[in-house]
């Protein structure tokens, strides 16, 4: 038995991991921060914590951020909103995509943010343009890990079963030719192939395609005509 007494120390609060990440991001501390710039790295900050992601896709929102702000893109613009774009395209870029209806929610969650979730869409295109930030188009692997997660913890998928359907559905992904797979949102195709994944594994017990729908934000429709698709090409 460990005499650390540390382990039984209360978990750090969102808010603590929050101004810990922030204090990383931010500049020397001689250097003064306009009130913008430190309210889109907080906002940064609560996102980094909020999807439990690395600090380097923090980094490198607040990279983005930073340029955006020398660059005067915050001008008539919501500076959350951008923020929230920086942190998009870092993730895309970092090859960790997290979904913007995702970090929209976390965006209204703070005081006195009611944009609407196209704005963030918007932002993240005309980010994008002006910095001239080449970013990588998302492969539908790369959400699996995340889908995977977020069916665990809403209870549709077993613990037991989720390294089976996680490996099978990266393997019907590379087993897809590229026609099938080009022109459609990675989010949809990977959401799919989890389905047929659980489907080839016996573990779609309590697995619905309303339940991968949700957690890809796409269409049960999509899920249907998608899985189905991929199922075909075995």
Do not use: W
Not at 14 to 42: C, H, I, K, Y
Request: with cysteine; aromatic share 4%.
């Amino acid at each position: 038995m460990s005499s650390n007494s540390s382990s039984n120390q209360p978990p750090e609060s969102n808010n603590t991991q929050t101004q810990s990440v922030f204090e990383s991001l931010q500049p020397a501390p001689a250097q003064e921060l306009a009130d913008s710039l430190r309210r889109g790295l907080r906002t940064i900050s609560t996102c980094v914590v909020q999807t439990e992601l690395p600090t380097s896709v923090g980094e490198t929102a607040a990279m983005l951020f930073r340029n955006a702000h020398q660059n005067e893109v915050l001008q008539g613009r919501n500076t959350n909103s951008v923020a929230g774009a920086a942190f998009h395209l870092a993730t895309r870029i970092e090859h960790t995509p997290v979904k913007k209806s995702e970090i929209h929610t976390i965006l209204t969650s703070l005081p006195e943010y009611s944009r609407p979730k196209q704005q963030l869409a918007r932002d993240s295109k005309h980010l994008q343009k002006v910095l001239e930030i080449p970013v990588p188009s998302a492969s539908p692997d790369e959400y699996i890990p995340s889908f995977i997660t977020d069916l665990q913890e809403r209870g549709v998928l077993k613990k037991e079963d989720a390294t089976e359907v996680e490996t099978r559905a990266v393997e019907l992904l590379k087993e897809t030719p590229d026609t099938v797979i080009t022109g459609k949102a990675p989010s949809g195709v990977a959401a799919s192939a989890i389905y047929a994944a659980a489907l080839l594994c016996n573990a779609n017990k309590n697995l619905t395609q309303d339940d991968v729908s949700e957690v890809a934000d796409i269409s049960t429709v999509t899920i249907r005509k998608t899985y189905q698709e991929l199922l075909e090409e075995l």
